[in-house]
């Protein structure tokens, strides 16, 4: 009787491991992961009608054959990268297909390998100098929310309120969009030619002439929120010269900036890629489960089988002696 009752649950167990291994991909959480330590690629924007000044002859010019890139590289060695924390090195380099150079900068960050967010540490800098890197910089955490997040401006130095603004699709993947503005603001003082700032008293003055370095941009990010990843982004900076006078005079740096098609392939490469490790044990626990309900069917039915006593034959069930008729 034992037996048949130990047979009996293990049926039971197995159904409903089997009954779960069903749904097991709707309630089986994803796996957390962090920010790689090694982390190599690279984002590339195209240009649109960007103002800039030529570094040869020092004259304003307009172009439309402009390319902006970001290439992020972790450094696994550094003292401050660990198993909580992450160096990256954002390199921005901005410059004229024909290899014209219009700007540069380079950011290193410490960033918080769970949510993304810079960290206070030794090896944080822009362009070699120490600095208090804060927010988000090109990737967002792990199951982004529906709420704002500060990002970092390189150019200011500050973080500002990236703030979501819905939902879209981009090549069937749903991913959030985010909006930042970041405001107009004195970022340096520099002495330029006269020609650069457009008033005729600067224009003829004998030597270079002091200016403000004024800067503000727009940007528009769609991110997917599984894994974080920025597939696409578009920016509008507007850096410009102002003079003495207040009055403003060429740009240092204009235009629409937007992502090009390679750098949504890589990006959207990335998020399989990540939503691949996060799904690992998605996929496994149905296998396991149902394999598991079936040997536990197996099992139980053999106990149950094996449980069931003997069969012997009742003097009731035995023929009756038929008499044998003598001569």
């Known amino acids: 009787m034992r037996a048949r009752i130990v047979g009996l649950t293990l049926i039971g167990l197995g159904a409903l491991a089997v009954v779960a291994a069903v749904p097991a991909r709707s309630w089986v959480p994803l796996v957390p992961v962090g920010l790689e330590l090694d982390a190599a690629f690279r984002t590339g924007t195209l240009g649109e009608?960007?103002?800039?000044?030529?570094?040869?002859?020092?004259?304003?010019?307009?172009?439309?054959?402009?390319?902006?890139?970001?290439?992020?590289?972790?450094?696994?060695?550094?003292?401050?990268?660990?198993?909580?924390?992450?160096?990256?090195e954002l390199a921005a380099t901005t410059n004229e297909v024909d290899g014209t150079l219009i700007g540069t900068s380079t950011t290193v960050a410490c960033l918080d390998r769970r949510t993304a967010e810079a960290v206070d540490c030794v090896s944080a800098s822009v362009d070699g100098e120490r600095a208090e890197v804060r927010g988000l910089t090109v990737r967002f955490p792990i199951d982004t929310g529906r709420r704002d997040y500060d990002l970092w401006d390189a150019t200011t130095r500050q973080a500002y309120p990236a703030r979501f603004a819905g939902t879209e699709?981009?090549?069937g993947l749903q991913v959030y969009r985010f909006e930042q503005e970041?405001?107009?603001?004195?970022?340096a003082s520099v002495s330029v030619p006269g020609s650069l700032l457009g008033s005729p008293a600067a224009v003829d003055a004998p030597a270079d002439v002091p200016a403000d370095v004024v800067h503000g941009a727009t940007r528009a990010l769609l991110v997917d929120p599984v894994t974080g990843v920025v597939v696409s982004t578009q920016e509008v900076p507007n850096t410009w010269l102002r003079g003495p006078d207040g009055q403003p005079g060429a740009f240092l740096l204009s235009g629409t900036f937007t992502s090009s098609e390679e750098s949504v392939d890589d990006a959207l490469a990335l998020v399989d890629d990540i939503r691949g490790q996060r799904e690992v044990?998605?996929?496994?626990?149905?296998?396991?489960?149902?394999?598991?309900g079936g040997l536990l069917l197996l099992a139980g039915a053999l106990v149950v089988v094996r449980s069931r006593p003997a069969r012997t034959d009742s003097p009731e069930d035995e023929p009756a002696p038929v008499p044998v008729p003598t001569a």
């Open 182 to 187: 970041v405001p107009a603001q004195v970022v």
């Open 169 to 171: 699709s981009i090549r």
């Open 49 to 88: 009608q960007v103002g800039f000044v030529d570094p040869v002859d020092l004259a304003p010019r307009t172009s439309d054959d402009v390319m902006a890139y970001v290439r992020i590289r972790g450094d696994a060695d550094t003292g401050d990268a660990g198993d909580d924390v992450a160096v990256w």
């Open 281 to 292: 044990l998605r996929a496994a626990v149905p296998w396991v489960a149902g394999g598991t």
